[in-house]
């Protein structure tokens, strides 16, 4: 899945930032050193990122069952 436009709760915009999110954290930033750097304060927009998963590559895995019938 792809990180939302936009936060749930209060509407800001959020996308623009996820990339720099994942560069500070494969630098080796805790989660919220990087969201600090990338100046996320609220905390509604913070869970945002916290509770993100990715899940597109997992899903890319499983086959169409209707192809076998």
Request: proline content about 1%; glycine content about 4%; charged content about 30%.
């Amino acid at each position: 899945m792809i990180i939302p436009v936009r936060c749930f709760t209060c509407n800001k915009e959020i996308s623009s930032k996820y990339e720099d999110y994942l560069e500070y954290r494969a630098k080796g930033s805790t989660a919220a050193e990087a969201l600090d750097k990338t100046g996320m304060t609220r905390i509604c927009c913070r869970r945002m990122y916290l509770g993100h998963v990715e899940i597109a590559e997992q899903l890319l895995n499983f086959e169409n069952v209707e192809e076998q019938f």
